[in-house]
């Protein structure tokens, strides 16, 4: 059984952790497929939009998997430092997420925590179950959080951010809407329904205009405003086949055809 699964419904990817016995903990495996299912929604002209979720009702992702990780430790000398072990590992799976140019949506059903909760960071838009907690225990287990170190703070108050890296504590999905870190808490038994609204009301825009704004938001974080303005990564959808689709459609009153061109 893989341990990511990954189904296509029309214009719309589900991208899917599948170990709930294990909390859809985040092993090498998992890693290395999670990397290939979301080549494949980047590469595949097809997917407008990717959701991505956990196996099972208890944890969207509980994070690095530490059985397997105390495995590596064993073959490893300790050593405080510059990381040790990066060329061997699969590709970070929240870098793989967040540089994706098309929106995803993380249906967080349960825990998020540690790299799980750093996962759902890696994500444009979160939507959460009520049962759904978010965490950050690197701190409590000897391990660093570099992804939500630098990310977190630009999506929760500083003080916020610091207060969940530093004490490793959770927060509940009221408190993550609270703060703005989720967009929706819905029931359990709504959370795939209510992403997928979500998706299909994103998919139904035109592509080439997706792509430019996913790809200028997460390339100018942390950039001066003056400079970001000027950047101009992705397609220019200004000029695009699209742009006077969009214009016909609007004097015609009637749906856009998308040509993502």
């Known amino acids: 059984m893989p341990s990511v699964l990954y189904e296509q419904d029309g214009p719309i990817a589900m991208v899917t952790i599948n170990r709930p016995e294990r909390m859809n903990a985040l092993g090498r495996e998992v890693k290395k497929e999670l990397a290939e299912a979301f080549t494949d929604v980047r590469h595949d002209p097809s997917v407008r939009v990717a959701i991505l979720t956990g196996a099972g009702e208890r944890a969207f992702c509980a994070g690095k998997d ?10 490893k000398k300790y050593q405080v430092g510059p990381e040790i072990g990066v ?4 590709p970070h799976a929240s870098t793989v997420v967040l540089e994706t140019f098309k929106p995803v949506i ?20 979160r939507i ?3 049962n759904a907690a978010f965490g950050l225990p690197e701190a409590t287990r000897g391990l660093g959080a570099n992804f939500a170190s630098v990310l977190l703070q630009y999506l929760v108050p ?28 819905v029931p359990q038994a709504e959370l795939l329904t209510a992403a997928r609204v979500l998706a299909e009301k ?9 792509r430019r704004m996913k790809e200028l938001a997460v390339k100018s974080l942390g950039v ?3 400079f970001a303005l000027k950047m101009g990564p992705g397609p220019s959808p200004y000029e695009s086949e699209d742009a006077r689709e969009g214009g016909d459609a609007f004097v015609e009153k009637r749906d856009a055809t998308w040509k993502a061109r």
Do not use: H
């Open 66 to 75: 530490l059985k397997e990780g105390a495995e590596n430790y064993r073959k």
């Open 202 to 210: 994103i998919a139904g825009n035109a592509p080439v205009s997706l």
């Open 128 to 130: 959460a179950s009520e």
């Open 224 to 226: 001066p405003v003056a």
């Open 87 to 90: 060329l061997d590992e699969p």
């Open 106 to 125: 993380a249906a967080v059903n349960g825990y998020a925590l540690a790299g799980g909760c750093e996962l759902s960071l890696a994500c444009d838009i």
């Open 158 to 185: 500083r003080g916020i951010a610091m207060q969940m890296l530093f004490t490793g504590e959770r927060i509940s999905a009221q408190q993550a809407l609270q703060y703005g870190l989720v967009n929706q808490v």
